[in-house]
C-alpha cells in the first residue's frame, strides 16, 4: 500500500496483479509505504484503520485505487507462484480453493472480498482491469504528471493450469461476485470510478 498525499491518493495493493511493480514505479511519489504483512490490507481494513489514522494525522481523505485480474487468470496466477510447493494439478487448486474447508496452502481469498466492504460493496474510487495496462498506466502517469514504466517484478515460473468443464463450473458459481466486478471493470474501458 501506498500513499501519496500531494495526488490524494492511496494505492490498494491485490495480490497477484502486478501490485510489486506498481509500488516500485510509483515508490518515488509515495509520503508513506506499507509493507510485508501490511503491504496487502484490503479495503475493509484500510477504511477501519488506515482511512482514520489519515484523516487525523495528516487531515488526508484521499481517493483509493486498486487494480483487479481476470478472476480464474488470478487463480492461475496464484497456483504458479505455489507450485513447486504443491501436490496437486490446478484443476485440484481450483477445487480446493472453492471449497468449503480450504487447506492452508488454498486460502487466498478473493479479489471481491479485498475491494468490498463487509457489506460486499465495492469500496475503492478508481478500480482498474490488470488487462487494460495502458488505460491505468495513462491515468497514472497523468495524475504523477510524469512518465511511468512498469517493469516485471516477482513473476511466478510457468506451470500448465488446465481446468476440466466440472472444476470449471465450480469455479465460475463460487466466483460469481468477483467475474461480475470484473466484467463491470472490463465493460468502462478498464477504469471503473466508482462515487463511494
Do not use: C
Not at 502486478?18 to 475493509?44: C, N, Q
Not at 483509493?64 to 497456483?79: D, F, G, K, N, Q
Not at 504528471?145 to 515460473?157: C, G, Q, R, T
Not at 493450469?161 to 472490463?186: C, G, K, M, N, W
Request: charge should be positive; hydrophobic fraction near 45%; charged fraction near 20%.
Amino acid at each position: 500500500m501506498l500513499v501519496f498525499s500531494e495526488q490524494n491518493l492511496v494505492l490498494l495493493s491485490v495480490p497477484k496483479t502486478g501490485s510489486t511493480a506498481m509500488e516500485v514505479a510509483l515508490k518515488p511519489w509515495a509520503d508513506i509505504a506499507f509493507y510485508k504483512h501490511r503491504k496487502h490490507a484490503p479495503y475493509g481494513r484500510y477504511q477501519r484503520k488506515i482511512a482514520p489514522f489519515l484523516r487525523e494525522a495528516f487531515d488526508l481523505t484521499p481517493e483509493t485505487m486498486a487494480v483487479i485480474r481476470a478472476p480464474l487468470e488470478h487463480l492461475r496466477s496464484w497456483y504458479r507462484y505455489r507450485a513447486a510447493d504443491l501436490d496437486v494439478d490446478f484443476d485440484g487448486f481450483v477445487r480446493a480453493v472453492t471449497s468449503t474447508a480450504p487447506p492452508s496452502w488454498a486460502r487466498i481469498g478473493t479479489q471481491h472480498n479485498f475491494l468490498t466492504d463487509r457489506h460486499g460493496t465495492l469500496g475503492v474510487t478508481h478500480l482498474f482491469a490488470y488487462e487494460a495496462q495502458p488505460v491505468l498506466r495513462s491515468w497514472l502517469e497523468a495524475r504523477m504528471n510524469s512518465e511511468i514504466a512498469f517493469k516485471p517484478l516477482n513473476v511466478s515460473p510457468p506451470a500448465p493450469t488446465p481446468i476440466s468443464r466440472e472444476t470449471q463450473e465450480l469455479f465460475d458459481a463460487a466466483y460469481a461476485a468477483e467475474i461480475a466486478l470484473h466484467a463491470r471493470v472490463t465493460a468502462t474501458g478498464g477504469h471503473l470510478v466508482n462515487a463511494v
